[in-house]
């Protein structure tokens, strides 16, 4: 056979790229070939509507939200939810404070919060029970449950001030506005880090009455981007801090990423979660502020002990997120679900969510307390146990080690000296207690004092 003119003319160069192909693959088969961008990590969300309503929506309270929508779509939903746990978009027109936002999508919002209203999952009978925070929620109240609102579900680019979702977060059984989340949000913007804006609110459904609670702007592609130069990944509440390998779509139920998608990938969390994993003692020792911000995660610990929070990354619920800073190439633990702070208000038990994790985090017997005390550093079993979520990995080692523990111990003695005996905590808890009657909430006096307690047990060293 007769080899082509354009082959024979360009034989030596062909036979160059042949020889530099084959000593790549002999050389280099059997390394890991990461990904590498040099572009900059911005979302492919981009805003180009954004509808400017009336006031600053979160600006505290005194705000109403009227939601509508067709009652059939709304059925099949719950039932979608009830056989088989997927939370499916409807369309739905919102109404906020005078402004109307037409075809907005509207989704069940919450894992644990919401085992009450999906029972039994089977699809038959549904057994009502009390959920976390000790609500029993229904399909015929829709203006108690927690929900996602999304702008730019339908329409694409749309935001409303410059927020593409929004979270109307459940009550408790002690205040419609979830007095104890919005504490703890409070207070966590007041330690200095990163958190959801929040305000109070009058919902209504579909013309019904309207009922006080509490709405957050949701952490999402313009919320990420307005941290800074860095992607953010939200854990899943059926993931793990388990190192699975190199293969990305083994995360893809652990870790969510928020923003910069094209940019960047789970990389750098696949690298934080070998290095936990794989690292001995004195390397993780010596090594894990290169991957993690050490003085801000023990502040991170700190705080959701001294706010008695079991649901934290180690809980059961496998609530927080991760920042990566591109500038720094290392990590921020960042918290998110709230209402479970302070113990829940008393209607669960377990230790707190710096050291307790996911053990003992069974509803108390009818009339009993949350037990007092904290249980030493490392305690419970990090992974949340069989069928939960669970980060604690990261945590278990960080304070396993005796300098990284008396990072901790300062962060604790600091936040309590700020926080609590400094009386910012009662301060706040007044403000959002004026704030919620605003809105209607009958219970917050009620919910105030029991806090208030709370605060004032609050150990000034950790145990």
């Known amino acids: 056979m007769a080899v082509p003119v354009r082959v024979r003319r360009h034989w030596r160069t062909a036979a160059a790229v042949c020889a530099a192909l084959l000593a790549l693959v002999v050389f280099f088969g059997d390394a890991r070939i990461r990904p590498y961008t040099t572009s900059d990590p911005v979302s492919e969300e981009a805003v180009t509507q954004d509808i400017e309503g009336e006031g600053d929506l979160f600006d505290g309270g005194g705000h109403t939200i009227e939601v509508s929508y067709d009652p059939s779509q709304y059925a099949d939903m719950i039932d979608t939810f009830r056989t088989s746990g997927e939370k499916e978009y409807i369309k739905a027109d919102v109404v906020i404070d005078g402004t109307a936002v037409e075809d907005v999508g509207l989704r069940l919002k919450g894992n644990s919060t919401l085992s009450s209203l999906r029972g039994g999952g089977q699809g038959g009978t549904v057994q009502q029970g009390r959920g976390p925070g000790g609500v029993s929620l229904s ?9 996602l609102v999304s702008f730019d579900e339908y329409v694409e680019g749309r935001a409303y001030q410059g927020s593409t979702e929004i979270a109307l977060r459940p009550a408790t059984s002690t205040s419609d506005t979830a007095l104890n989340e919005a504490l703890a949000l409070g207070l966590t913007e007041a330690a200095g880090q990163t958190t959801q804006d929040l305000s109070f609110t009058a919902l209504s459904v579909n013309g019904g009455d309207a009922e006080p609670r509490i709405v957050l702007d949701a952490p999402d592609a313009p919320w990420a981007d307005g941290l800074g130069d860095g992607v953010l990944y939200k854990a899943r509440a059926e993931g793990s801090f388990d190192y699975l390998g190199d293969d990305p779509t083994d995360y893809e139920d652990a870790f969510k990423q928020i923003n910069a998608e094209g940019a960047y990938d789970l990389q750098p969390v696949m690298d934080l979660l070998e290095f936990v994993d794989e690292a001995g003692d004195e390397e993780f020792a010596s090594e894990l502020d290169e ?32 920042w990566y800073d591109a500038g720094e190439d290392r990590f921020t633990v960042l918290s998110w679900d709230l209402n479970m702070a302070f113990g829940g208000m008393g209607m669960m038990g377990g230790g707190p969510g710096g050291r307790g994790g996911a053990e003992g985090m069974q509803p108390p017997e009818e009339g009993m307390q949350a037990p007092e005390g904290r249980e030493p550093p490392g ?10 979520g669970g980060s604690g990995a990261l945590k278990e080692r960080f304070l396993e080690n005796d300098e990284f523990a008396q990072l901790y111990e300062e962060a604790y003695a600091d936040l309590y000296e700020s926080l609590v005996q400094s009386g910012t905590a009662a301060d706040l808890l007044d403000s959002e207690v004026a704030q919620a009657q605003a809105v209607g909430d009958e219970e917050a006096a009620s919910a105030q004092e029991a806090l208030a307690e709370q605060i004032a047990s609050i150990p000034e060293e950790s145990a």
Do not use: I, K, R
């Not at 399909?139 to 929900?147: G, N, S, V």
């Not at 706010?307 to 059961?316: E, L, R, T, V, Y």
């Not at 419970?380 to 069928?387: A, E, K, L, N, R």
């Open 379 to 388: 305690g419970g079993d990090g992974g949340g146990g069989p069928g939960m």
């Open 139 to 147: 399909e015929d109240e829709p203006e108690a449950l927690p929900w």
């Open 291 to 322: 991957h993690v911000d050490v003085e801000s995660f023990a502040s991170y610990l700190a705080l959701q002990d001294l706010m008695s929070n079991g649901d934290a990354m180690d809980g059961p619920g496998n609530n927080y997120y991760l």
